[in-house]
């Protein structure tokens, strides 16, 4: 058996490279390979971009607060250390089981994803398999030393990184007609322009592409968990967070934009894509345009590494949180140990297991079961994006009653309070509108709003309950510790 660390500590052992990668792969998902598509087929051209495009605003003010934040304060507690530290422990509690809650569910959603996939190469062998196979390495990678899954991370990344950059290049050079492909024939004014383009459906359809959206950028936050096990977190974290804007810029703007170049959003395999076929992947869809005809089979390739890295990443995020919270006495102390290697070998263990028992219940006949967590966990991403917004705010004031110099951080997030502010503003925003009918009052459907605003509702049954047991109070803004660092 493993022997356990008394120090409690996790090992330093993430380098820069580690970190610009987890913070880069953390955008980059299925959200871009395979639902951008639909986002243009909904919206248009111009509806899909502007709206990628305000997402991503409000995406880099909040990993501009959390770089803040986790510079100064680099903790695998992350949202639950600063919930507790700067709001109320109350607070802190609701932020860590809810992150927790998030990826637990998150690994459970990528192994069936991963089934999936592979059926594209191997249709006749059960997916539960691969499944099964899957689940052995993402477990086997947390339980070594955090540097194994940084070096995994960081070629996962790397991955998803060239295949977009190589996307982005051979559609510019296909725009400008540079590059012929097989056809030659880029009818690119009239994809931008022609029927009801570039703006399809109004605001409700561009309303709906910003649902979209906000899913496709959950996972960005990784970094601030990433925080309590970096090398040199006062540069490595604001290098990081510094390449936000680009990454956002080049990664889906750009994407978005040459997708509704080369593509008409009337194209009836915009709306075919899905986690079964990815025949049918914009991406495969323009590389096919290009004169390359082993795109799927690439594409597929390429789809695997992201949903593995994501089952990866949530299994790493969700027992390091867990782990602070035992340290801390958010969750039971025995989750707060870590091995000689510094694995939280406990955390990483129970969260395993709960993902596994989740995958279970999408096999059997209580899949309604799996897809209400599938939808709560979906709403959690959103709660743990208001939760660094607010920190962030209240960790700003508390320096200003206690006149603390802000030289003393080694980054500082520009654009004070607007960032913080706008991006709460965008997020109730965001949260109201996954049931619009509901909001505009079109009609009210009882399955469908527990199903959406379930997420909600677990947070805020841990918050008021911990604090109605524990009888917590608001921290007041001149007694909040701006001392307490994690070393």
């Given at each position: 058996?493993?022997?356990?660390?008394?120090?409690?500590?996790?090992?330093?052992?993430?380098?820069?490279?580690?970190?610009?990668?987890?913070?880069?792969?953390?955008?980059?998902?299925?959200?871009?390979?395979?639902?951008?598509?639909?986002?243009?087929?909904?919206?248009?051209?111009?509806?899909?971009?502007?709206?990628?495009?305000?997402?991503?605003?409000?995406?880099?003010?909040?990993?501009?607060?959390?770089?803040?934040?986790?510079?100064?304060?680099?903790?695998?507690?992350?949202?639950?250390?600063?919930?507790?530290?700067?709001?109320?422990?109350?607070?802190?509690?609701?932020?860590?089981?809810?992150?927790?809650y998030n990826w637990a569910i998150t690994l459970a959603v990528e192994l069936v994803a991963a089934a999936l996939i592979?059926?594209?190469?191997?249709?006749?062998?059960?997916?539960?398999?691969?499944?099964?196979?899957?689940?052995?390495?993402?477990?086997?990678?947390?339980?070594?030393?955090?540097?194994?899954?940084?070096?995994?991370?960081?070629?996962?990344?790397?991955?998803?990184?060239?295949?977009?950059?190589?996307?982005?290049?051979?559609?510019?050079?296909?725009?400008?007609?540079?590059?012929?492909?097989?056809?030659?024939?880029?009818?690119?004014?009239?994809?931008?322009?022609?029927?009801?383009?570039?703006?399809?459906?109004?605001?409700?359809?561009?309303?709906?592409?910003?649902?979209?959206?906000?899913?496709?950028?959950?996972?960005?936050?990784?970094?601030?968990?990433?925080?309590?096990?970096?090398?040199?977190?006062?540069?490595?974290?604001?290098?990081?967070?510094?390449?936000?804007?680009?990454?956002?810029?080049?990664?889906?703007?750009?994407?978005?934009?040459?997708?509704?170049?080369?593509?008409?959003?009337?194209?009836?395999?915009?709306?075919?894509?899905?986690?079964?076929?990815?025949?049918?992947?914009?991406?495969?869809?323009?590389?096919?345009?290009?004169?390359?005809?082993?795109?799927?089979?690439?594409?597929?390739?390429?789809?695997?590494?992201?949903?593995?890295?994501?089952?990866?990443?949530?299994?790493?995020?969700?027992?390091?949180?867990?782990?602070?919270?035992?340290?801390?006495?958010?969750?039971?102390?025995?989750?707060?140990?870590?091995?000689?290697?510094?694995?939280?070998?406990?955390?990483?263990?129970?969260?395993?297991?709960?993902?596994?028992?989740?995958?279970?219940?999408?096999?059997?006949?209580?899949?309604?079961?799996?897809?209400?967590?599938?939808?709560?966990?979906?709403?959690?991403?959103?709660?743990?994006?208001?939760?660094?917004?607010?920190?962030?705010?209240?960790?700003?004031?508390?320096?200003?009653?206690?006149?603390?110099?802000?030289?003393?951080?080694?980054?500082?997030?520009?654009?004070?309070?607007?960032?913080?502010?706008?991006?709460?503003?965008?997020?109730?925003?965001?949260?109201?509108?996954?049931?619009?009918?509901?909001?505009?009052?079109?009609?009210?459907?009882?399955?469908?709003?527990?199903?959406?605003?379930?997420?909600?509702?677990?947070?805020?049954?841990?918050?008021?309950?911990?604090?109605?047991?524990?009888?917590?109070?608001?921290?007041?803004?001149?007694?909040?510790?701006?001392?307490?660092?994690?070393?």
């Open positions: 058996m493993a022997e356990i660390n008394k120090e409690h500590k996790l090992h330093r052992k993430l380098r820069a490279r580690h970190m610009t990668m987890i913070a880069i792969g953390g955008s980059i998902g299925t959200g871009l390979f395979l639902s951008s598509g639909a986002t243009i087929a909904q919206a248009g051209p111009g509806g899909a971009l502007l709206a990628y495009a305000l997402v991503g605003l409000m995406v880099y003010f909040i990993m501009t607060s959390l770089g803040e934040l986790s510079a100064f304060n680099p903790t695998s507690g992350s949202f639950a250390t600063f919930g507790t530290l700067y709001v109320d422990k109350a607070f802190g509690f609701a932020q860590g089981w809810n992150y927790w592979m059926g594209y190469w191997f249709p006749d062998v059960p997916g539960w398999i691969w499944s099964a196979i899957f689940y052995v390495i993402i477990l086997g990678i947390n339980l070594f030393s955090v540097k194994g899954f940084g070096e995994t991370e960081f070629w996962f990344a790397l991955i998803k990184v060239v295949t977009v950059i190589i996307f982005v290049v051979i559609g510019l050079l296909m725009i400008f007609k540079i590059m012929n492909g097989h056809t030659g024939d880029f009818a690119v004014l009239e994809n931008l322009t022609g029927g009801e383009a570039p703006f399809v459906g109004g605001f409700p359809a561009m309303m709906g592409v910003v649902m979209i959206a906000a899913f496709s950028f959950q996972g960005t936050e990784m970094i601030g968990v990433a925080a309590g096990e970096s090398k040199n977190p006062e540069k490595s974290i604001p290098k990081a967070t510094r390449q936000i804007f680009w990454r956002i810029l080049l990664f889906y703007v750009l994407a978005i934009f040459v997708i509704g170049c080369l593509i008409n959003y009337q194209d009836p395999n915009l709306l075919k894509n899905d986690e079964t076929d990815v025949s049918f992947s914009p991406f495969t869809l323009v590389f096919k345009q290009a004169g390359l005809g082993f795109a799927a089979a690439v594409m597929n390739a390429v789809i695997l590494t992201s949903v593995l890295s994501a089952g990866n990443s949530g299994l790493f995020a969700s027992s390091r949180i867990l782990f602070e919270m035992g340290k801390n006495g958010l969750a039971p102390r025995f989750f707060g140990r870590v091995t000689k290697a510094g694995v939280p070998l406990a955390a990483v263990i129970c969260t395993s297991i709960i993902a596994a028992l989740c995958f279970l219940t999408s096999l059997f006949k209580t899949s309604d079961v799996y897809l209400y967590l599938l939808n709560a966990s979906g709403m959690c991403g959103f709660v743990t994006w208001i939760g660094i917004s607010i920190c962030h705010f209240r960790f700003r004031k508390a320096m200003t009653v206690q006149n603390f110099d802000r030289k003393q951080l080694p980054y500082l997030a520009k654009y004070f309070p607007f960032g913080p502010i706008l991006s709460l503003i965008m997020l109730i925003f965001v949260i109201l509108g996954q049931d619009w009918d509901l909001v505009t009052g079109k009609g009210f459907d009882v399955g469908t709003f527990i199903s959406t605003y379930l997420g909600l509702a677990l947070f805020f049954v841990l918050y008021l309950g911990y604090k109605f047991v524990k009888k917590t109070k608001l921290v007041p803004l001149d007694q909040i510790d701006l001392t307490q660092r994690a070393k």
